[in-house]
């Protein structure tokens, strides 16, 4: 009997202190002093001892308990202990480690673009307004004394919607929607997109115009003069020469097409043999802005007198003026986020 108490109490002993985990111990727990432990199995073998052994050997049994009972808790809390440190160790954070990068956005070459010609208007009293994509009929065309038989209605350079919806083949259905509903003094700019079926290294079905107008009782040619030439010297630059031509639009009588130096070539070749600038084709001008006086006729379809108002109307392409300033020859890099071009702005 003493030589397998003390047998149990040296393995169990060795297997405790050996011991590295949890369940490690409860197995040992109830291998020793389960209901079917060697302990508990000694303890239920005393009632075959002698009676004049029994005390002395329970009471070596019991403390065999306690000291085995002890011991298990002591190597559970160390075991415990070593656990949490080892868990409290793995999830410190390094705080000398670089940190995740992140990206800072650029404005969109053609945004800018658009924020610097409306910003140019508003410091000259300009408001801004806006209008839907998709027009109808009588805004984009009829109003804006566009007949029926215009060419500008061809099946060939507008997306039609519906019957009579369309998506707006420029920013002017803007300048009726805004005379519809408010009387003169008027100046405002139109900043929008445009939509027309054609597509190459210079037009896409998408662009941009910016469009304005400035209407009162006593608007003359030499306002439209002052305003766009300012505004071209703004954007391109002071130095650069502006000239103004004759032109026509349905809607302005007279019209105008106004033009800058060549931002390229400035219309100077070195010599004869030197190849025309492609730019400009050789012309030494751009042309930039269409505008002239709005028309009477205009004024009659938004119920304004054109005896006693008169005001100027113009709009240009901001891709066409994008691609002037920086030099860029392909239409087409604006739209597809290629971040390659896109990080050369801002
Ligand atoms: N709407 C014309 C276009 O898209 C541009 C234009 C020309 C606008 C003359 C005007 C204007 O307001 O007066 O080609």
Redesign the pocket.
């Known amino acids: 009997m003493s030589d397998s108490l003390d047998s149990l109490r040296e393995e169990t002993l060795v297997r405790i202190d050996s011991s590295r985990n949890e369940a490690e111990i409860e197995q040992l727990r109830i291998e020793a002093l389960g209901r079917k432990g060697r302990l508990t199995l000694l303890l239920r073998g005393l009632k075959d001892l002698p009676a004049d052994e029994r005390p002395r050997v329970g009471e070596q049994l019991n403390q065999l308990r306690q000291l085995l009972e002890a011991r298990i808790e002591d190597r559970l809390e160390l075991v415990k202990a070593r656990d949490k440190e080892k868990a409290l160790r793995e999830e410190t954070i390094d705080i000398t480690l670089p940190g995740n990068r992140w990206e800072r956005g650029r404005i969109h070459p053609l945004t800018a673009v658009i924020d610097e010609i409306v910003d140019i208007f508003w410091g000259m009293g300009f408001e801004i307004a806006r209008g839907p994509d998709i027009e109808d009929d009588y805004h984009n065309f009829e109003a804006?004394n566009i007949p029926k038989d215009h060419p500008a209605r061809d099946m060939q350079d507008t997306f039609f919607v519906t019957d009579g919806r369309l998506l707006r083949?420029?920013?002017?259905p803007v300048?009726i929607r805004t005379m519809e509903n408010r009387q003169p003094p008027l100046q405002v700019v139109v900043p929008g997109a445009?939509y027309r079926h054609d597509d190459d290294a210079t037009h896409s079905p998408m662009f941009h115009?910016v469009?304005?107008?400035m209407v009162d009782g006593d608007i003359a040619f030499s306002d439209l003069k002052g305003v766009l030439t300012h505004f071209l010297k703004q954007v391109f630059s002071e130095k650069a020469g502006v000239r103004f031509r004759p032109s026509f639009?349905p809607?302005?009588e007279p019209?105008a097409e106004i033009d800058i130096q060549c931002v390229i070539c400035s219309g100077y070749r070195r010599n004869a043999q030197e190849q025309h600038c492609r730019v400009c084709k050789g012309s030494g001008w751009l042309e930039i802005?269409?505008?002239?006086m709005?028309d009477p006729q205009v004024f009659r379809f938004v119920g304004y007198d054109p005896e006693r108002v008169s005001g100027?109307?113009?709009?240009?392409?901001v891709e066409r003026i994008a691609m002037l300033k920086y030099s860029i020859d392909d239409i087409r890099l604006f739209f597809q986020n290629d971040l390659r071009f896109l990080r050369q702005f801002g």
């Open positions: 804006l083949t420029h920013t002017s300048q445009v115009q469009e304005g107008f639009f809607f302005t019209s802005i269409g505008a002239g709005i100027f109307a113009f709009g240009m392409g």
